[in-house]
Every structure is written in C-alpha cells, then in structure tokens.
C-alpha cells in the first residue's frame, strides 16, 4: 500500500506507416510488465502492432508557465505559411 | 453512473473573481482543460471525485457479472463475458489515469474504496441470481451507462472526455451482447421468458435509479453543468433512456415492471412512474443487498494480490541493481 508502483505512458503504432501515438498511462513494476499491461489494456482490439512504454518520470515537458514565451512567437509569422505568397492564377498549382 | 459520483460534492471555491470568469470563458469557449493547466480546485475536486467514483463503479462492477462467467451456458457466451469483464477492469483503469492526473494517487483511491470512504454506482450492490440477469446487466445497466458516457465525451477536461471516447467505443458490444442474452431467452421456453421477465423487473428501477436523483434534488448539478463536467441533467438522461428502452422490451415481448408506463404524444416521450428514492439512498449509502460482499471481495483481492505486488517491486529492484553491477564490472 505504501510502495506506489511507477507511472509508464504509453505509445502504441496503430500500423506501419503511423507514428507511435501517445495513448494513456498505467503503473507496473519494471518495464517488462508495463508492455505485458499496455498490451492488456490498450490493444484489446487490435488498436496496434507495436508499443512502446516509457517511464513518466523521463518525460521532460515544457512548463505551462512558458506556453505565451514559447509559442506565441509563431502567431505572427505568417510568412511561414504557402497562402502569404501571391502567385498569378495562370501560373496553376504550385 | 457519473450522476452518482457527484453525490455530497464540495464544489465550493476560493479562488477570486476574476480567476473563475477566466476560467470560465475557456470552458465556455469549448476549450478543452488539461492536467497542467489553472483550474478552479472545486473543478479539480469535483473531477477527482466525480471520475474516482466512476472508475470504482467499472471495477465493482466486474463483480456481479464475474459470478456467472464458470456458468455461462455455452462457450460463446462464455468468451463474450469474459471478454465484456475485462473490458470493465480495462475501463476501471482509463479511469484511474484520467483521475491521477489531477493530482490523486492510484493507492489513495484504492485505499478510500477498500474503506468504504468512496463511493461506487449502486447498481452494482443488487446480486445477480440467474443468468438472465447477465442479458438485463448489459441491456440495461451498460445501456443506461452508455446514456451517460456519450455526453461525458464532450466533457471539458481533456483526459476523462479523452478515457470516455475510449469506453464507449468499447461499451456498444456490451449493450448488444446483453440484449442478445435477452432477446434469445424470451424467444425460449416459457420458463426460459419468465427468467427473462424476472430480471427485468429486478434490475428496472435500479437501472433508472442509476441516472441519480431528480434534478430539483440534485445539488451540485449546476455548477457542473456550467464547467461543463456534466452535459445533460438527470432527468433528461433517465427520460432519453426509458424512451430508448420500452421500445426494446417490448420487440421481445417483455415489458417494464410499471403500470404507469405509457407513451405520452404529447411530449413525445415515456410517462413513468415514482422511483423508489428510499431504496436509492439505503443502496448509495451502503445498505444494499450486496454492499458488504462486494467491498469484502475488492479487500480479498487487494489483500491477496500484495505480495505479488511487493514481489514484482522487489524483482524489479534487484534487476536494476544487477544491471548496474554488471556495467560497472563492464567499465
């Protein structure tokens, strides 16, 4: 009761040619049985063909607290995308 | 089974003014809220319970169907029962995800069911004495479950609306599989409908008990509903649901246990009769029929599973340490 058995997030293929998607999180003891479980509890029916289980604790996360200094710059740089550039119809598809 | 979880809320909150209108224009604004964001913490508190609640409700509720998987009458019904289980265990555990991340310890949780602090729906304290009642368990009790669920996908905290997209995709199959168990056992001997009709009449009321108590009762309902924890009251669920299902018991031939069941034109809906709310009460507060046994088989399981917990911690610990010696000697 005491000991609280460590937090894995789990990622799993859906199939090849997909990236591994993030898709929940559970508690085992080692590795070996967070993929055992992931497997029991997040491909009942064929939701993947691989998994991967990484400890939480090794996640490193961007803080909250920085979400304005981090991805606001983005707002304004409108330039980065393909429709701030004006090109004649007649050129076609470009 | 969510309605029950806001039962004895605190949704009270400290925070200024100007904090809560804030938060309260993201959730207007559809946003969804995540983990690390700010949060009101009678928001957080009302989510710690509230999906607290409802994670216990699918492990509990592994129980009364559990009973008859050894006596499942062929093996198709068998795997089908078996597989609608550990569904719920799997449930269970979607759940307990989306709570921790609100800051509560899978342990405090399991801790405050085993003590009886938590509470879980009170559908599941109701003993299942025949197989038919496997077919009104899935046909009612997971159909009623389902009612609530759906909405609950649009929920504003991002994990648990994320955990019910994941259960209700699952949870159509128990509905099916239950109505089938019904459906073949009305179209049975005659002894076969009447088990049928027996079980409804036994899980009927406390299917509608399920959506919680009537809207005018119900204390904490609004402020849910403007977090938008909650999407529809339980009144409106409980009438969507007997408008879904009388037309189902009636396709087999089977009919609800309430003579003041009929359909109303005007409203386009079911009237029905007064529920039991005594009998609601004595069931949530522990006074059910089988209160006491399901607690007393959670403990059992908890107590017996802890030393293959501690083995697998310690297995765990020693592995790691010999990895380490090893590349230690390596270098």
């Given amino acids: ?94 | 089974m969510y309605s029950q979880g806001l039962i004895g809320a605190q949704t009270a909150t400290d925070e200024d003014e100007a904090f809560l209108e804030r938060f309260q224009a993201r959730v207007d604004a559809d946003e969804k809220i995540e983990p690390t964001d700010e949060m009101p913490e009678g928001y957080r508190r009302t989510l710690i319970r509230q999906i607290g609640q409802h994670a216990h409700s699918e492990i509990v509720g592994m129980l009364p169907e559990g009973n008859w998987i050894t006596r499942a009458p062929s093996l198709r019904r068998k795997a089908a029962l078996l597989a609608k289980v550990q569904d719920e265990g799997g449930h269970g555990l979607y759940l307990y995800s989306a709570a921790e991340t609100l800051g509560v310890s899978r342990e405090q949780m399991t801790e405050e069911l085993l003590s009886g602090k938590a509470k879980y729906s009170s559908i599941f304290n109701y003993p299942t004495l025949t197989w038919a009642d496997i077919g009104a368990i899935g046909w009612l009790v997971d159909g009623a479950a389902i009612m609530n669920q759906i909405p609950l996908c649009r929920c504003s905290y991002g994990p648990y609306s994320r955990a019910m997209i994941r259960v209700c995709k699952e949870e159509s199959f128990h509905q099916r599989q239950g109505y089938e168990i019904m459906m073949t056992l009305a179209n049975g001997s005659a002894e076969q409908k009447e088990m049928a009709q027996d079980a409804l009449n036994r899980w009927w009321w406390p299917s509608l008990m399920m959506f919680g108590p009537h809207d005018s009762e119900s204390q904490h309902g609004d402020q849910s509903m403007k977090w938008k924890i909650k999407r529809f009251s339980n009144d409106e669920l409980r009438q969507k649901f007997v408008n879904a299902t009388v037309p189902q018991a009636e396709f087999i031939g089977l009919s609800v246990p309430d003579p003041e069941c009929k359909w109303n034109e005007e409203k386009q809906g079911y009237d029905f009769g007064p529920i039991d709310w005594d009998e609601f009460w004595r069931v949530v507060k522990g006074g059910g029929p089988m209160n006491k046994d399901r607690i007393a088989a959670r403990r059992k399981a908890h107590e017996d599973g802890e030393w293959v917990r501690q083995a697998a911690m310690a297995h765990a610990a020693k592995r790691k340490a010999r990895a380490a010696a090893t590349k230690i000697a390596a270098e």
């Fill in chain 1, 1 to 94: 009761m005491t000991t609280q058995t460590p937090l894995w997030e789990v990622f799993i293929r859906p199939r090849n040619g997909l990236a591994h998607r993030h898709c929940g999180s559970l508690h085992a003891a080692d590795a070996e049985m967070a993929l055992q479980a992931a497997r029991d509890v997040y491909t009942r029916r064929g939701e993947g063909t691989s998994i991967w289980v990484v400890p939480s604790a090794e996640i490193t996360a961007s803080d909250p607290k920085d979400k304005d200094a981090l991805f606001e710059p983005t707002a304004d740089k409108i330039y980065r995308h393909p429709t701030f550039y004006e090109i004649p119809d007649e050129v076609g598809h470009m």
